[in-house]
């Protein structure tokens, strides 16, 4: 674990860092009065060895034919009381794509894949926050965007698939901030793009934050 964390070390600006440096990474499976408005997603640094903050496109689901151990980078996230969309499936997927999970998990912890590539879903899911945002132009860096924040997304930074169970599960790391930079197509160009904009801590912590608040801001 102490290999994947270092080759997971947030690259990129110092401003940057030091922006997110107030917010510590959630921890607790779920918590009255607090959201980490996660989407259903595991990503790793592709293209790669980092992550680095600037106009990299980064892969954060892969469409049919290039995943790995029949996995896509998308997830089945716990069942969470709190979350009004509801347990397991497309729909729930759909549902935390365009909403967020507002439950938190654990660094550690091996979330299971979602069966199948979702590519409906997925380009659903998309194209309704591309749609929801005030700017909506597919293609451009975020230090090109001036929109209301509905292309950011907090994801689940893992190691690749572990293989185990009815289906392979991702370790998660610690959860990073991805700027939405195209809508999906169908079938093999189901991919979802982004930039990356830092890690929302340099190490997992058991503390727990309302984050989302303090990192809107940033984006203003």
């Not at 980092?50 to 049919?64: I, R």
């Not at 982004?194 to 997992?204: E, Q, R, V």
Request: proline residues 8%; contains cysteine; glycine residues 12%.
């Amino acid at each position: 674990m102490r290999e994947a964390r270092e080759v997971f070390r947030c690259a990129g600006s110092l401003w940057f860092a030091f922006l997110l440096s107030t917010v510590a990474v959630p921890s607790a499976s779920a918590q009255a009065g607090s959201t980490c408005d996660l989407v259903p997603l595991a990503v790793r640094p592709d293209p790669g060895p980092e992550f680095v903050v600037g106009c990299t496109e980064y892969v954060l689901k892969y469409g049919g034919g290039a995943g790995t151990q029949g996995s896509y980078g998308s997830l089945d996230l716990p069942d969470c009381a709190d979350d009004p969309c509801g347990s397991g499936g497309a729909t729930r997927y759909r549902c935390d794509l365009v909403n967020g999970y507002p439950c938190c998990v654990d660094s550690g912890q091996c979330i299971p894949s979602a069966a199948g590539n979702l590519v409906g879903p997925t380009a659903q899911s998309i194209a309704y926050r591309f749609a929801a945002d005030t700017d909506s132009r597919e293609g451009i860096c975020f230090a090109q965007y001036n929109g209301n924040g509905r292309r950011i997304i907090t994801v689940l930074m893992t190691g690749p698939p572990q293989a185990g169970g009815a289906s392979p599960c991702y370790v998660v790391l610690r959860y990073g901030q991805f700027f939405l930079t195209r809508i999906p197509g169908a079938g093999n160009e189901s991919f979802i793009f982004a930039n990356f904009l830092g890690c929302t801590s340099a190490t997992p912590t058991p503390a727990h934050v309302p984050a989302w608040g303090e990192i809107k801001v940033l984006y203003r």
